[in-house]
């Protein structure tokens, strides 16, 4: 909705924040209500980039946090606000892009969009009345940034290579995903877009590195293109080199 | 406005308060349109308590904070929402009675109001966009109160089943060696133990629970016995147990 869009736009100028990007807004974009109910924070809408789908909107991000209730189906740590922005102050200290998702107001996020997710950062709610209003949601993530940025927080440092970014994530995933459908596993069918999903969750907990993400194509690629190929190979290979080490 | 009332009656419900109370509302009181904007949170609203004045709404009361930008004409302690939640609990611990004062959006509060309290509690807002929507301020205000009181909200935590033991992982590493070493995708030879060492790691990162070790093992197998067999295996199957699960 247009009126929630504002609303985010103009908490986002309280504390600091400017880049805004919205995946297939219900009402297209731009849209004129989005701009009345910012009071005046133009500039994030004016920057605002737009996506067809979240694969494409979380491409570039190393690190993604979903702010959203704790998801059943996913095996995914749960963070605090306050938390949630000392770890991704942390990694922007590291060079990594970050971002936080946030679903519309009724609806939520996908468990599928979850599932791109490193971690989920859920709001301390009463049981008793969970429902939140949207802009409320990021202007209390946006105001535990700005918290997190004020305080003088040592440089962190992390061992090896950063994260791969989404767009490298999601081309493991389908690959992965497509061998295993080659390989029947995937049954029965319609519990397909939950068992992607766990799969996804698990190796995204893992925050492979670029190296890492080609080594697992590679053994993909390894395991389902089949013994025949790979044993007459190895076949070949045993008679040139007797010495060789299985 | 009866809209920011309503807004507000929400977030209190979102992080467990409860007592409004109103200053001589601009359009009356009760106000059909704050319900409306409540989206279910009725009882604040049902319980809120109406004042001609301000020294009416805050007589019953010890300590009050203005939650306000830094005034200049007073000189007055000047708060975070975080320190002020701190003090408020305090207050309460030794038997006294509490209260946070919002001023309307557009007016804010006037300085003889100010002048009531004991202190007040500024967001850390940019100094570029300061107008921020009173429903945000309580919003905030409110998310710090229940993360005070709320000392059992850990800083992190994890839903769901733990991790898998080592034994557990130790079956699902050798499982997928054995069969990477059947594809002959150790090469060259003598780099295999540097490779299943950056394997574990990586896998070991994501910290399977039992099921996702169970999940991986099956992967490991779909697509390492190649398609044939277990295509035909499924179909098999699914003839005789169309419940399965995979």
């Known amino acids: 909705m247009g009126e929630n869009i504002g609303a ?17 807004p219900r009402d297209g974009w731009p849209q004129e209500r989005a701009w009345s109910s ?3 924070a133009d500039w994030p809408l004016n920057a ?7 694969e494409d909107a979380v491409a570039d991000l190393n690190l993604i946090y979903a702010t959203t209730a704790r998801p059943r189906e996913l095996q995914l740590p749960v963070l605090t606000p306050r938390v949630a922005a000392a770890n991704l102050l942390a990694a922007i200290g590291e060079g990594l892009k970050v971002g936080l998702m946030f679903g519309g107001e009724r609806a939520g996020l ?36 700005r918290m997190t940025v004020a305080q003088d927080v040592p440089p962190a440092f992390r061992q090896g290579p950063p994260p791969a970014d989404g767009a490298s994530m999601m081309g493991l995933y389908d690959h992965f ?3 295993l459908d080659n390989a029947g596993f995937f049954h029965p069918p319609e519990k397909r877009p939950s068992m992607v999903q766990n799969l996804r969750s698990a190796l995204g907990r893992a925050s492979f590195s670029d190296q890492e993400v080609r080594t697992f194509r590679g053994v993909v690629t390894a395991l389902s293109k089949g013994r025949g190929r790979v044993l007459a190979k190895l076949a070949s290979q045993t008679s040139a080199d007797p010495e060789r080490e299985t």
């Not at 985010?8 to 297939?24: D, E, I, K, P």
């Not at 950062?121 to 008793?128: A, C, G, K, M």
């Open 177 to 179: 995903e497509r061998e």
């Open 8 to 24: 985010t736009a103009r908490v986002m100028a309280n504390f600091g924040l400017s880049q805004l990007r919205l995946v297939n």
């Open 110 to 145: 996908e468990t599928a969009d979850i599932a791109l997710c490193q971690a989920v950062v859920t709001l301390p709610v009463d049981e008793r009345f969970k429902s939140l209003n949207l802009a409320q949601a990021v202007a209390i993530n946006a105001y535990e940034w």
């Open 38 to 40: 910012a009071s005046g």
């Open 48 to 54: 605002a980039r737009v996506f067809e789908c979240v």
